[in-house]
T-cell receptor
Framework: DTGVSQNPRHKITKRGQNVTFRCDPI?????LYWYRQTLGQGPEFLTY????????KSRLLSDRFSAERPKGSFSTLEIQRTEQGDSAMYLC????????????FGSGTRLTVV | LAKTTQPISMDSYEGQEVNITCSHN???????ITWYQQFPSQGPRFIIQ???TKVTNEVASLFIPADRKSSTLSLPRVSLSDTAVYYC???????????FGGGTRLMVKP
């Protein structure tokens, strides 16, 4: 297993376009998380899944954002009608359910909206 | 979740021991203290986690006093490659999402 994989690594898009990012977690991990990180700030929680169920969504996740995790495996994060303020690094992490187990993050997808 | 406070930045030199202190006055009984390291253009990486007293692994040591209102991450003999942002977090044992603060930017100089 090579860890959490995110694709693409970089995405440049024009304002108003839709973008979709993919995350492949560590295969035996039940939980999958999405975070957003802007320059100089710590990551901010967006949403998380336990298996295929989306259990929590942050208020940061506006109606233009949607996340899915079909069959409890990979996940996608879609942003519709992108805005310049959406420019950020989008990080995915996965973990086991058990207490005391650290989260494993992917390397992120850097989105630039021009 | 308890709010954590840590220095914005620290400088050190190669070979020195670095101690980064984190305050968490409102830590709850169920909270663990967790530290992550982040290099530029990479996701955070789990370093160490503890509940109280001392925890040591191959990378770092974590000291948590009896009152658990603070903790100290100790990095022995740092090298240039330890230059990164270090985040202190309190997480409850339900394993829900992590809440990151601004972290401490450690700069290791030659």
């Amino acid at each position: 297993d090579t860890g959490v994989s995110q694709n693409p690594r970089h995405k440049i898009t024009k304002r108003g376009q839709n973008v979709t990012f993919r995350c492949d977690p560590i295969s035996e991990h039940n939980r999958l998380y999405w975070y957003r990180q802007t320059l100089g700030q710590g990551p901010e929680f967006l949403t998380y899944f336990q298996n295929e169920a989306q259990l929590e969504k942050s208020r940061l996740l506006s109606d233009r954002f949607s996340a899915e995790r079909p069959k409890g495996s990979f996940s996608t994060l879609e942003i519709q009608r992108t805005e310049q303020g959406d420019s950020a690094m989008y990080l995915c992490a996965s973990s086991l359910l058990q207490v005391g187990y650290g989260y494993t993050f992917g390397s992120g997808t850097r989105l630039t909206v021009v | 979740l308890a709010k954590t406070t840590q220095p914005i930045s620290m400088d050190s030199y190669e070979g020195q021991e670095v101690n980064i202190t984190c305050s968490h006055n409102n830590i709850a009984t169920n909270d663990y203290i967790t530290w992550y390291q982040q290099f530029p253009s990479q996701g955070p990486r789990f370093i160490i986690q503890g509940y109280k007293t001392k925890v040591t692994n191959e990378v770092a040591s974590l000291f948590i006093p009896a009152d658990r209102k603070s903790s100290t991450l100790s990095l022995p003999r740092v090298s240039l490659s330890d230059t990164a942002v270090y985040y202190c977090l309190a997480r409850n044992n339900a394993g829900n999402m992590l809440t990151f603060g601004g972290g401490t930017r450690l700069m290791v100089k030659p």
